[in-house]
T-cell receptor, first 122, second 107 residues
Framework: EVQLVESGGGLVQPGGSLKLSCAASGVTFSGSAMHWVRQASGKGLEWIARVRSKANNYATTYAASVTGRFTISRDDSRNTAYLQMNGLQTADTAIYYCTTTDDGGNSIFKYWGQGILATVSS | DIQLTQSPSTLSASVGDRVTITCRASENINRWLAWYQQKPGKAPKLLIYTTSNLESGVPSRFSGSGFGTEFTLTISSLQPDDFATYHC?????????FGGGTKVEIK
């Protein structure tokens, strides 16, 4: 059974930083691409970042809304993906979901974490 | 980025109704479109991928069609468990994008 468990959310002031983690199990982590998708309260889903596998040089891709502020990374030895969020804005307040896809396959999200809330407020 | 526009944004229907949701893309995405169902407080669930392929375990009352820029999700006979929000997603091009969602409510 595939499990994705996010952690690291919480309350942070505007301009601050937060680092989210996503621990994966039941999946061939080393062959997977890892993604983060967020959802503001009452709003739609927004894909924000992807990190590919070692075979694809851990290449990263970002949505324009987070480029230059957020960094996605992974540690294959820990089966964990991360999202470092800097320069946080109130508009970044959302539930953040970790998802995974077969790297090199279609980017469809069959597996999702339960989501973690990040709140940016003074 | 490719924009996806879903319509309607809210839909009121009764059990047994046939329901259709539309997703229009701002440019050609071939058949690279997926549909998800989301219930309050839960993560989205994959229903359909590559326009019309039903994910394993998804009831056959769900179906998808389309090509290029216009796509539909149809529920042939709405069941109580189907009241939820539905999202489309394109994976033709990065950045991946989602539609704004369609909430299916009880009439």
């Amino acid at each position: 059974e595939v499990q994705l468990v996010e952690s690291g959310g919480g309350l942070v002031q505007p301009g601050g930083s937060l680092k989210l983690s996503c621990a994966a199990s039941g999946v061939t982590f080393s062959g997977s691409a890892m993604h983060w998708v967020r959802q503001a309260s009452g709003k739609g889903l927004e894909w924000i970042a992807r990190v590919r596998s070692k075979a694809n040089n851990y290449a990263t891709t970002y949505a324009a809304s987070v480029t230059g502020r957020f960094t996605i990374s992974r540690d294959d030895s820990r089966n964990t993906a991360y999202l470092q969020m800097n320069g946080l804005q109130t508009a970044d307040t959302a539930i953040y979901y970790c998802t995974t896809t077969d790297d090199g396959g279609n980017s469809i999200f069959k597996y999702w974490g339960q989501g973690i809330l990040a709140t940016v407020s003074s | 980025d490719i924009q996806l526009t879903q319509s309607p944004s809210t839909l009121s229907a009764s059990v047994g109704d046939r329901v259709t949701i539309t997703c229009r893309a701002s440019e050609n995405i071939n058949r690279w479109l997926a549909w998800y169902q989301q219930k309050p407080g839960k993560a989205p669930k994959l229903l359909i991928y590559t326009t019309s392929n039903l994910e394993s375990g998804v009831p056959s009352r769900f179906s998808g069609s389309g090509f290029g820029t216009e796509f539909t999700l149809t529920i042939s006979s709405l069941q109580p468990d189907d009241f939820a929000t539905y999202h489309c997603q394109q994976y033709n091009t990065y950045s991946l994008t989602f539609g704004g969602g369609t909430k299916v409510e009880i009439k």
